[in-house]
Each structure stands twice: as structure tokens, then as C-alpha cells.
């Protein structure tokens, strides 16, 4: 027989719990109004230091990922984004910025290395980046029109090598 200590632990516990998953589903992103806003691209990129893979200019349509390797489902990730430039023929310009908000560039350059990615690599080591655009929540993806508005945001880790999740894309490149 259970003791009453125990059993109020587990209600207190369980109550808990539920209060906390109800947070999390109903308290919404900040990033969330985002979309429909333009942003300043230039002064993206000019912040952003540039760690690995080959340093593009992204110009047309562009994907940012906001990562950290402290974060799991971020890793999980990463080999579908390098994979997804190559996976289809897109309708536009496309282009891939992973941005990560770790602080020290070497652990990320062995990381690049180790898994062979080619994709463009960048670091905000003091997230002002995510921070200015309010992404508190890691990965978070953006996808920006060649006008600079934000038209798409995942707030959750993809397999972008999906083809629901390139149909998605691609179907915002051709709104």
C-alpha cells in the first residue's frame, strides 16, 4: 500500500507536469509575428560571422536556421538542411544560412567537419540576431522572400528532406 506522502507527491507531481505542457502548447513563440514583416538582410548577414561551409551572398530566396549544438533536435536536423539544396530543382534562387547561437566557432568548425556539411555556416555568439527578431525557441526557421519578408516559420525540427516540408517551400516560392 502506497503511503498518503507518496500518493500527494505523485498528484502534486502530475499537476505540475500538466501546467507546464499546457504552457508550452499555448504560450506562442515570440518570433510568431514575424511573418509578413521585412527584415534587414544585409545587416543580417553583415553581423553573422561566418564559421564554415562556403560564405554565399543569399540573394533570392533564402532559409535561415536558427540552431545550437547544445540542442538536440537542432543536431537531429541538420543533415536533412544540408541535404535539402540539392534534394529538388527549386522554382527561384534558393539559398541555406544556418545560424548558430553557440559561442565558440572551433567546436562548430570539427562539427561541419566531421559531418561533411556544405552549407553556409554562421555564428551570433551573443545572439543579437535571434534576440532582435524575438526567436527564443532553437531550431526556428525562417524562409524570406527575395523582398525580405518573412513568408514561412518552423518553430520545430524538421526533416526538410520531406517532401510535404520542400512542397511547403516551394510552394511559397511561387505565391
Same mark, same amino acid.
Given at each position: &500500500? $502506497?503511503?498518503?506522502?507518496?500518493?500527494? +507527491?505523485?498528484?502534486?507531481?502530475?499537476?505540475?507536469?500538466? *501546467?507546464?505542457?499546457?504552457?508550452?502548447?499555448?504560450?506562442?513563440?515570440?518570433?510568431?509575428?514575424?511573418?509578413?514583416?521585412?527584415?534587414?538582410?544585409?545587416?543580417?548577414?553583415?553581423?553573422?560571422?561566418?564559421?564554415?561551409?562556403?560564405?554565399?551572398?543569399?540573394?533570392?530566396?533564402?532559409? #535561415?536556421?536558427?540552431?545550437?549544438?547544445?540542442?538536440?533536435?537542432?543536431?537531429?536536423?541538420?543533415?536533412?538542411?544540408?541535404?535539402? &539544396?540539392?534534394?529538388?530543382?527549386?522554382?527561384?534562387?534558393?539559398?541555406?544560412?544556418?545560424?548558430?547561437?553557440?559561442?565558440?566557432?572551433?567546436?562548430?568548425?570539427?562539427?561541419?567537419?566531421?559531418?561533411? *556539411?556544405? &552549407?553556409?555556416?554562421?555564428?551570433?555568439?551573443?545572439?543579437?540576431?535571434?534576440?532582435?527578431? +524575438? #526567436?527564443?525557441?532553437?531550431?526556428?526557421?525562417?524562409?524570406?522572400?527575395?523582398?525580405?519578408?518573412?513568408?514561412?516559420?518552423? *518553430?520545430?525540427?524538421?526533416?526538410?528532406?520531406?517532401?510535404?516540408?520542400?512542397? $511547403?517551400?516551394?510552394?511559397?516560392?511561387?505565391?
Amino acid at each position: &500500500m $502506497r503511503s498518503p506522502n507518496r500518493v500527494i +507527491g505523485l498528484l502534486v507531481a502530475l499537476v505540475a507536469g500538466l *501546467f507546464l505542457l499546457l504552457a508550452v502548447v499555448t504560450v506562442p513563440p515570440a518570433a510568431k509575428g514575424l511573418i509578413g514583416e521585412k527584415i534587414d538582410r544585409n545587416a543580417l548577414l553583415s553581423t553573422a560571422q561566418h564559421f564554415a561551409g562556403p560564405q554565399q551572398t543569399h540573394d533570392g530566396w533564402l532559409l #535561415i536556421n536558427f540552431w545550437a549544438s547544445w540542442c538536440p533536435p537542432c543536431r537531429a536536423e541538420m543533415p536533412q538542411l544540408n541535404a535539402l &539544396m540539392t534534394a529538388r530543382t527549386w522554382p527561384a534562387p534558393f539559398s541555406l544560412l544556418t545560424l548558430s547561437q553557440d559561442q565558440v566557432p572551433e567546436t562548430l568548425q570539427a562539427y561541419w567537419k566531421k559531418n561533411d *556539411f556544405t &552549407m553556409d555556416g554562421r555564428i551570433d555568439p551573443e545572439q543579437t540576431l535571434s534576440q532582435s527578431l +524575438g #526567436i527564443d525557441t532553437f531550431p526556428t526557421t525562417l524562409l524570406i522572400a527575395p523582398d525580405n519578408t518573412v513568408r514561412w516559420i518552423g *518553430f520545430t525540427a524538421e526533416d526538410w528532406t520531406n517532401l510535404d516540408v520542400m512542397a $511547403r517551400i516551394a510552394k511559397e516560392m511561387n505565391q
